[in-house]
């Protein structure tokens, strides 16, 4: 009986990719890399010391891996170019991609983590890699495209000991252990909710 | 707090009343064209070009002064990154005199193409309401539901790091100190009484969200207008037939390299 009722509502739950559902998650997604990155970033915080750096990393990682790649690239991409913008005024289309690269990448879990194993043990060690896989993927985008088209830098070397390096190592750390953990969480939170992801 | 993060400064100058589509087209013209520009002599009028618009903004410098610290640390850092990089320890010169000039095009031309970038991006970013950047892509041809991301995601922000506040200092009052030392990843740890809640809440509330905006007929088609109509003067089109003469420019000029 309950194994039946699992079975159609997991293909009643397939949705279409830009659901409202997806719309607001990317939106979110958005608000809140953007957000993280402001805080952790540009704020100081009176009796605290938050050194960590770029922990926001985690941020479009998870709603890839929860909510699918096109949410995640979107929160990435977006979120970055808002706290860019708000930080100081930057545009760089290459390191936005970049971002919008560490959310597609662990979403792209959907197409060989089925159902609920997706919140396993199993998963979350797939999070954990597809965590450091996008990080490698997304800041060599960035950085290449930086010594490519001329942003600031002018040769290889800068591109891989100045920025690809430092970017990706930070990243790949922070996305594996805060992106496991988010999803754990979440998974715990959303149990006995009537409506998820 | 939030007041603090949105870089908008009210003003009567005359790019401050540009339609804020003229303004993006310039922009994106500017860096698309600042992307294709491959020498000196290419980067400085882009370089000109963006200075005009900055100035032409007339932006208080008790506002900006704080942008403009974060970009001359990066210039500075990647000026001093790149003459290390270039001149002494990957490719040092054979004989110095001759080959200074290079290196000096070398070290300045992706900074030149840096600067003309921030000031563009800056001028856009401190003279447009937050809340006319989806109207105006919605009205220059983006989907609806592509611009409604924005508006939401521009909606949220202030929210969320007034949230990411009130939770530090609610787990602050039960005793919890972020700290500094210890290793990186016992950092990051030390991070999940703050990260968590946030993010967590913030996902839980994506349906109820969602489920707001169908109650209220969002995704049916055709239906949808905006509140704030655009309209564009013959200055605005005037703006717009520039940037798009001028990334075409620079686009041919790209393709074809006479210089």
């Known amino acids: ?125 797939i999070c954990a890699v597809l965590a450091v896989v996008a990080s490698i993927i997304g800041m060599g985008f960035a950085a290449f495209t930086d010594y490519i088209f001329g942003y600031g830098i002018s040769t290889l070397e800068e591109a891989i000991y100045a920025l690809f390096l430092p970017a990706a190592v930070t990243d790949a750390v922070n996305g594996a252990i805060l992106t496991p953990m988010l999803v754990s969480a979440y998974a715990s939170a959303a149990r006995g909710r009537a409506r998820r992801a | ?83 290390l990089f270039v001149a ?62 924005i508006q939401l995601g521009l909606r949220y922000f202030p929210e969320y790091i007034e949230e990411m506040r009130r939770t530090l200092e609610a787990q602050m009052a039960r005793g919890y100190r972020p700290r500094g030392g210890g290793n990186f990843i016992a950092r990051i740890l030390n991070l999940a009484p703050l990260v968590v809640p946030v993010t967590v809440s913030a996902s839980l509330s994506i349906y109820d969200v969602a489920d707001a905006m169908e109650l209220r007929g969002f995704g049916e088609s055709g239906c949808h207008t905006w509140l704030r109509k655009l309209k564009m003067s013959a200055r605005d089109k005037a703006v717009v037939a520039v940037s798009l003469a001028l990334l075409a420019a620079y686009v041919a000029l790209y393709v074809a390299r006479p210089l």
């Open chain 2, 88 to 149: 002494v320890l990957f490719h040092p010169p054979e004989a110095p005199n001759a080959v200074s000039s290079e290196i000096f095009v070398r070290v300045f031309t992706p900074i030149l193409k840096l600067l003309t970038v921030a000031l563009a991006a800056i001028t856009l970013v401190y003279t447009t309401p937050p809340n006319l950047y989806a109207p105006a892509l919605g009205q220059m041809g983006l989907s609806y539901k592509a611009a409604y991301v």
């Open chain 2, 1 to 83: 707090m939030a007041s603090r993060v949105i870089r908008y400064v009210e003003g009567s100058s005359i790019v401050h009343t540009l339609d804020p589509r003229a303004k993006l087209t310039l922009v994106f013209s500017l860096i698309l064209s600042a992307t294709l520009a491959y020498s000196i002599p290419l980067v400085l009028p882009l370089l000109l070009a963006s200075l005009a618009f900055y100035l032409a903004a007339k932006l208080p410098w008790s506002k900006v002064k704080s942008t403009w610290k974060i970009v001359a640390t990066i210039i500075l850092f990647l000026s001093l990154l790149n003459y």
């Open chain 1, 1 to 125: 009986m309950r194994s039946s009722y699992r079975v159609s509502g997991g293909v009643a739950a397939r949705k279409p990719l830009f659901s409202t559902t997806s719309i607001v998650a990317m939106g979110i997604g958005t608000a809140l890399y953007a957000a993280f990155n402001v805080f952790f970033n540009l704020l100081q915080l009176p009796g605290t010391q938050l050194v960590a750096l770029r922990p926001s990393v985690a941020i479009p990682m998870f709603f890839g891996y929860v909510f699918g790649p096109v949410v995640g690239f979107v929160s990435g991409f977006l979120g970055n170019v808002i706290s860019d913008a708000i930080s100081w005024g930057g545009f760089w289309w290459n390191w936005d991609v970049g971002n919008g690269l560490l959310g597609l990448i662990p979403g792209l879990a959907v197409y060989f983590v089925k159902g609920e194993s997706k919140y396993s043990k199993q998963g979350l060690l």
